[in-house]
Structure formats: C-alpha cells, structure tokens
C-alpha cells in the first residue's frame, strides 16, 4: 500500500514563508508525476504546482514567482517552499502521486496539511 505523508503546514503572517513536505512510501515501482494541490473553504481542490516525470515543474498562475516546487526522486520525497503568502493562500495542502502499478498509473492523495495566512 502506497502511503503519502505531508508535514510543514501551519500558520504564517502575510508576506511570511513555509515549507511543506510529502514523503511517499510502501511497495511501488516508479512514481510518474507530484504535485501539490489546494483546498480552500467553499472551493474546489486546485493544482498548485506539479512535477512530471521528465523534470518539467507547473505552476498555477496564482503562485508563480512565489512558490516552488522541487522533488528528489532518490528519496521519493517532494517539497514546496512557498515565499510571500497572502491570505488567499489559505487552504488545505495535498500532495499527490500518480504511481505505475501493474502498467497502469494509479493516484494517490495525501492527508493534507493546513496552511493558514493571517494577520
């Protein structure tokens, strides 16, 4: 059973940082793409930020100049450092996985980490 485990949320001021982290673990044999993604109250989940298999990094134009997004493939790990946050950044963070099992790619979520920007 594959399992992703977020860490690093929390609270933060207005222009302040955070990192998040996700760790993937258990029994697989490639992870294909990571991302982040958000859940504020009353809203949908929205991606913020992914990492194909090839290296190439999205961004939503929301978070872009702000946030990055890094994945160490060694480690099955990926990390989101996220600078200058502002109260719209408040949400639910959860990293995502898409991992190839039996020739098909499977997604999974993590339990995700609140981030909550206020004054």
């Known amino acids: 059973q594959v399992q992703l485990v977020e860490s690093g949320g929390g609270s933060v001021q207005p222009g302040g940082s955070l990192r998040l982290s996700c760790a993937a673990s258990?029994?697989?044999?490639?992870?294909?793409?990571m991302g982040w993604w958000r859940q504020a109250p009353g809203k949908e989940r929205a991606l913020v930020g992914i990492v194909l298999s090839s290296g190439t990094t999205n961004y939503a134009d929301s978070v872009k100049g702000r946030f990055t997004i890094s994945r160490d493939n060694t480690k099955n790990t990926l990390s989101l450092q996220m600078r200058s946050l502002r109260p719209e950044d408040t949400a639910v963070y959860y990293c995502?996985?898409?991992?190839?099992?039996?020739?098909?790619?499977?997604?999974?979520w993590g339990q995700g980490t609140q981030v909550t920007v206020s004054s």
């Open positions: 258990g029994i697989f044999a490639k992870i294909i793409n």
């Open positions: 995502n996985a898409y991992i190839e099992e039996r020739g098909r790619a499977v997604s999974y």
